[in-house]
């Protein structure tokens, strides 16, 4: 596979002193993988992101010592958004109704489901490792494709239930997922991987515009955007809220031991922040000057759903007008490396959007 050498431009931020690191320059669009997956190789030493630089979307590993990037993958119809390192592997789907793996050590890329005509969104692996879930619409109809990663073999859960997507498997149970409906829906469900005790986790009120949850940590408790207002947590099997800080909090992502939440902020946008989920104290990590587009995200309230599954746009957004939700390459969709060192962010702000990395400062690690 091709190589590049360093293009990264290494500079301090503005308004904090931190140390960034614009780890991509090139004329076309590159990102980290989709802020609820994870985005950094296993040892945090390198990055692993998206690019059309080589004329189609693939996958590329830059190393962060030097700035060297290395494609990972050549085929056709990768999704963008959909991708998820897990282990010495990358899940992601295809636009030919693939789910696969590749190993990052053989490049060997593995098929995994193929599922014709199908459209996908980005993929869940479980605890154990023996199953990957991802959104699954087929004929206008939402479900989710549970894939035996043992076996083979896939089936269909909660088909045409809601307007489905962006699952996660909880982070120690290997049977539980948590997912997003939209309104009328409440925002926060859970189910297990067979299908069965399809649950909601909080009813949230029509009022309250939540999005963007994710869990906590290796805990049982989700943290969650009460958007324009405030990062809330809920606890999974309980169902408990608080509110962990008042803010214009948008992406939320949290440190791989639950010690901190990094969020970027929209309306005002202030730039990336850490938020401590226990006291709510908040520490500004860098600004990200993204352009931040999507005409719901300028709403008080959310857009409905149609019957459709509005995660799979988030997985195929390429183009640069603005829609709905995106482009999503406008977004920062910030991250954490699992030494909790770095915090991986987009930026379009230059013109194209460019993969970036923040230092953590020691304090906050």
Not at 61 to 83: C, K, V, W
Not at 163 to 177: I, S
Not at 237 to 243: D, L
Not at 282 to 300: E, M, P, S, V, Y
Request: hydrophobic content about 35%; aromatic content about 10%; some cysteine.
């Amino acid at each position: 596979m091709k190589k590049w050498p360093a293009e990264w431009k290494i500079y301090d931020d503005e308004s904090t002193g931190a140390r960034v690191i614009q780890f991509t320059t090139h004329d076309s669009t590159n990102h980290p993988l989709y802020y609820l997956t994870n985005t950094f190789t296993p040892d945090s030493q390198g990055l692993i992101f998206v690019s059309d630089r080589n004329g189609r979307t693939n996958l590329y590993r830059g190393d962060l010592s030097t700035g060297e990037i290395a494609q990972l993958t050549d085929i056709p119809g990768l999704l963008p958004f959909s991708g998820n390192r897990v282990d010495h592997s990358v899940y992601f789907s295809t636009s030919h109704g693939e789910i696969a793996r590749l190993d990052l050590d053989s490049l060997i890329v593995e098929t995994l489901a193929r599922i014709p005509e199908a459209l996908l969104g980005e993929v869940t692996v479980n605890a154990d490792r023996t199953k990957a879930v991802a959104l699954c619409t087929r004929s206008g109809r939402p479900a989710f494709v549970v894939v035996d990663l043992l076996e083979k073999s896939h089936r269909f859960i909660l088909d045409g239930a809601h307007a489905l997507y962006h699952p996660q498997f909880h982070p120690t149970d290997p049977d539980l997922l948590v997912y997003s409906a939209d309104p009328p829906d409440p925002r926060i469900w859970a189910v297990r991987a067979d299908g069965s005790n399809d649950r909601c986790v909080y009813r949230n009120s029509l009022d309250e515009w939540f999005v963007h949850e994710m869990f906590l940590g290796k805990s049982d408790d989700l943290i969650v955007v009460q958007f324009h207002k405030s990062i809330e947590r809920i606890g999974y099997f309980t169902g408990e809220r608080k509110t962990i800080r008042e803010m214009s909090a948008w992406h939320i992502a949290s440190h791989p031991e639950g010690k901190w939440i990094v969020s970027d902020t929209h309306l005002p946008d202030i730039g990336l922040q850490l938020v401590n989920p226990e006291t709510g104290e908040i520490h500004a990590l860098c600004l990200t000057k993204a352009t931040n587009r999507g005409f719901q995200w300028h709403k008080d309230h959310p857009v409905s759903a149609e019957g459709a599954a509005p995660g799979y746009a988030t997985m195929v957004e390429e183009g640069r007008e603005e829609t709905t939700y995106g482009p999503q390459t406008s977004h920062p969709h910030p991250s954490f490396s699992p030494d909790g060192r770095w915090v991986a962010f987009t930026s379009d702000g230059t013109g194209n959007p460019q993969a970036y990395v923040v230092e953590v400062p020691e304090a906050f690690r």
